[in-house]
């Protein structure tokens, strides 16, 4: 498609497509397309300043279309799904770059039932983009209301999620929320079961989210947590659906560590239906140990509507990806790095052990993660890329392997190797990255 990437449309602002003048040709072109006799959007956004422009540019869209709108303001990606099932709306609309940088912005969908758009419904809206403007007379516009209770709701579901008597009393806990959509609702619900709060990340400013803090950069609350000798730390991300942990001596537990911790419990509890989902580059060691305690696991392509679709599909219930993209149905349509982090809390209680005990369960393997500009010269079909490749598989032999995609979010190529030796993990991806990039500097 165009414009609609893995997780909807993103770019950098101010540059085609995320441009005020393709918002509202967008909410034109999704009303047109999945709504037309007009219907309820609610429409959701992180904390980045162009947040404000895209959202009055939507709304304009879709009432000059017909279309009511509910307003949620800042509020997390598995808010606005859940505030789209809770109200009845026939579309929900998230405006946020997920974990990039303040300078990028994105637009993504849900459904009626909190799922976002099949690739056939972005394709429809792309169908009507370049189609003119209609703003209908003032008796077919639509109307505009605040949802003021909106982060009450999605307080109110994650507490839910979690045992009735469960508490923190006692448990000191840092909270990473990177300056983004959840930097309000995250430390409101801890503190509603009585953690003792290290807040970071809660001072959103337009401009800081995601910058040097949150999921995507967690070396902040690792220095956090053992400075202040806490029990545990949680980094979201810029909106809220991904969720790194720390443990109380600093060391991170990615979202393959804490699939299995989440896999593993529900297992004992008899709650794990289907099998657990992951994707291309899901760990071998995740794989391995969920193989070890008989439980089926299966790779989708990356993406986490590809994961939703394979659990749908196989009648699975919990899913997601190594950057801490994590689904559990039965609780979210979509990733919720709060509710997980609850749900890992919780496991920690039942089991009255520390995260870093939880973590024990994944065995050891080294990987690395690179992200090569995809304006370099090389790419996936050249001769020495192809050449490269072969040598890293040679290199990792049957114990490894490399995955090598480009991103569906950022003009990059991401580059994922491991294998039982560090050195030749880090060797086998930076041949492939040079390949790639020639000239870049080695890392």
Known sequence: MRYFGTDGVRGTVGQHPMTAEFALRLAGAATRALLPRGGKVV??????VSGYMFESALEAG???????????????????????RE???????????????????????????GFKLAAGEEARIESHIEDAAVTLDSTALGQVRRVDDALERYEQHCLGTVPGDMSLEGVKIVVDCAHGASYRVAPSTLTALGAELVPLGCSPNGRNINDRCGATDPDLLRRTVKAVEADVGIALDGDGDRVIMVDSAGATLNGDTLLLVLALARKVAGRLAGPVVGTQ???????????????????????????????????GV??????GHILCLDKSTTGDGLLVALEVLSVMQARNC???????????????????PSNGDGSLGDPAVEKALRAARRLLGREGRIVVRPSGTEPVFRIMAEGPDRTSVHRAAEGVAQALNPGRPAT
Not at 96 to 112: L, T
Not at 318 to 323: D, N, P, Q, R, V
Not at 354 to 372: G, I, K, R, W
Request: with cysteine.
């Open 43 to 48: 429409i959701g956004k992180d904390t980045r």
């Open 62 to 84: 879709f009432v000059a279309a017909g279309a009511d709108v509910r307003l949620s303001g800042p509020l997390p990606t598995p808010g606005v799904a859940l505030l789209t």
């Open 87 to 113: 109200l009845e709306a026939d579309l929900g609309v998230v405006i946020s770059a997920s974990h990039n940088a303040y300078g990028d912005n994105g637009i993504k969908f849900f459904k009626h039932d």
């Open 281 to 315: 580059i899901s760990s071998m060691a995740l794989e391995r140990a969920l193989q070890a305690e008989g439980i089926a696991f299966c790779r989708a392509e990356v993406g986490d509507r590809q994961v939703v679709a394979m659990l749908r599909e196989k009648g």
């Open 318 to 323: 919990l899913g997601g990806e190594s950057s």
């Open 354 to 372: 520390s995260l870093a005990e939880l973590a024990e369960d994944m065995p050891h393997t080294e990987q690395a993660n690179l992200s090569v």
